[in-house]
């Protein structure tokens, strides 16, 4: 299981903050945990946010390079979505530019991008990383905690210059 090993992020002064979610509409009940956990994270750190929806997960870079983008007021954006395994190689691209285009984004536009797109084998392990009862990760608050660290990582880098 993953996990081991994960940071415990501290955040501070993340209030100030305007965080975009993009997720996608595959798999409702991973989604809604996925969703929740993000939610109940960022009202923890006072960020506000708006929330988008996506088809599916291959369509998250493109919207969440429209969110990264100059003049959208986003500080950071948080893309979540799951694609599990079939019996066809659709999982493999779909998670390849999934990943691949939420990675550019961020480099292309230097917003920070919340990765909680799983990629899981069975739907069970997608389950486990939900953030739901019985769950034993919480991929939504994790996305967002990485996101809104960056951020504030850029912010300090950019008072700098």
Request: net charge negative; with cysteine; aromatic share 4%.
């Given at each position: 299981m993953s996990g081991a090993g994960a940071p415990a992020?501290?955040?501070e002064g993340g209030a100030d903050l305007k965080v975009a979610v993009v997720a996608a509409q595959w798999h409702t009940q991973?989604?809604?945990?996925?969703?929740?956990?993000a939610e109940k994270a960022l009202a923890?750190?006072?960020?506000?946010?708006?929330l988008f929806?996506?088809?599916?997960?291959?369509?998250?870079?493109?919207?969440a390079k429209a969110l990264a983008e100059a003049g959208s007021g986003y500080d950071a954006v948080v893309a979540l979505g799951v694609v599990i395994r079939g019996g066809t190689p659709h999982f493999e691209y779909v998670c390849a530019a999934a990943t691949d285009g939420l990675n550019r984004v961020a480099l292309d536009t230097g917003t920070p991008i919340g990765f909680g797109l799983l990629t899981c084998d069975t739907e069970q392990q997608a389950l486990d990383r939900a953030g739901l009862p019985g769950s034993r990760e919480d991929k939504g608050r994790e996305a967002v905690e990485a996101a809104v660290a960056t951020a504030l990582v850029l912010k300090k880098i950019e008072a700098k210059r």
């Amino acid at each position: 299981m993953s996990g081991a090993g994960a940071p415990a992020i501290s955040i501070e002064g993340g209030a100030d903050l305007k965080v975009a979610v993009v997720a996608a509409q595959w798999h409702t009940q991973v989604m809604d945990g996925l969703v929740a956990g993000a939610e109940k994270a960022l009202a923890e750190i006072g960020a506000e946010h708006d929330l988008f929806r996506a088809p599916g997960s291959f369509e998250l870079p493109v919207l969440a390079k429209a969110l990264a983008e100059a003049g959208s007021g986003y500080d950071a954006v948080v893309a979540l979505g799951v694609v599990i395994r079939g019996g066809t190689p659709h999982f493999e691209y779909v998670c390849a530019a999934a990943t691949d285009g939420l990675n550019r984004v961020a480099l292309d536009t230097g917003t920070p991008i919340g990765f909680g797109l799983l990629t899981c084998d069975t739907e069970q392990q997608a389950l486990d990383r939900a953030g739901l009862p019985g769950s034993r990760e919480d991929k939504g608050r994790e996305a967002v905690e990485a996101a809104v660290a960056t951020a504030l990582v850029l912010k300090k880098i950019e008072a700098k210059r």
